[in-house]
T-cell receptor
Framework: EDQVTQSPEALRLQEGESSSLNCSYT??????LFWYRQDPGKGPEFLFT???AGEEKEKERLKATLTKKESFLHITAPKPEDSATYLC??????????FGTGTSLTVIP | NAGVTQTPKFQVLKTGQSMTLQCAQD?????MYWYRQDPGMGLRLIYY???????DKGEVPNGYNVSRLNKREFSLRLESAAPSQTSVYFC?????????????FGPGTRLTVT
């Protein structure tokens, strides 16, 4: 069964305290892995696409990496405005998408 | 560009009532999707349309119907609403060229069924 699991469910960081979010997946024929940011009351906002193991993408304080079984979203020196829920999703064959339940990140000034 | 727009933003229905959620995109994307988001469940795919004139079931299609009206518009219909359909509904669109499809989401419709 195709599945996406994110950990931790919630994370509180001091401003400047770096950390990583995890997304593990089981899917046959992975077409792509995606990271999104979701602010309260809003739709998910696209951040990154990763396709092959070893691939890395960066955007400001965020860096996403991919292995054969999991992906990490590394947050370097976070700021309060990075507070949000971060969602991971995988694309399976047949245009099917599966999302994790997200990690709620709070960055304290 | 407005991106993906959804109407209405909020809706309250009584059990058994019907309604249609509207979605439109101006990014010239071929593919469009409907998701529901429930606490602790994450986003779940209801239906998708890979291109104009085609629709396919996702993970949780029961109780819903969809119409791909044209390339821009994709509607979701609840024929007889049930309390279990209380949720936040998101529409998304993506290109369908290449191997993987980045999705862009609308702001959502918060639906309550009493």
């Amino acid at each position: 069964e195709d599945q996406v699991t994110q950990s931790p469910e919630a994370l509180r960081l001091q401003e400047g305290e770096s950390s990583s979010l995890n997304c593990s997946y089981t899917v046959s024929g992975l077409r792509g892995l995606f990271w999104y940011r979701q602010d309260p009351g809003k739709g998910p906002e696209f951040l990154f696409t990763l396709y092959s193991a070893g691939e890395e993408k960066e955007k400001e304080r965020l860096k996403a990496t991919l292995t054969k079984k999991e992906s990490f979203l590394h947050i370097t020196a976070p700021k309060p405005e990075d507070s949000a829920t971060y969602l991971c999703a995988v694309q399976a064959p047949g245009n099917q998408f599966y999302f994790g339940t997200g990690t709620s990140l709070t960055v304290i000034p | 560009n407005a991106g993906v727009t959804q109407t209405p933003k909020f809706q309250v229905l009584k059990t058994g009532q019907s309604m249609t959620l509207q979605c439109a995109q101006d990014m010239n994307h071929n593919s469009m999707y409907w998701y529901r988001q429930d606490p602790g469940m994450g986003l779940r795919l209801i239906y998708y349309s890979a291109s104009e004139g085609t629709t396919d079931k996702g993970e949780v299609p029961n109780g819903y119907n969809v119409s791909r009206l044209n390339k821009r518009e994709f509607s979701l219909r609840l024929e007889s609403a049930a309390p279990s359909q209380t949720s936040v509904y998101f529409c998304a669109s993506s290109t369908s060229s290449g191997s993987y499809y980045e999705q862009y989401f609308g702001p959502g419709t918060r639906l309550t069924v009493t």
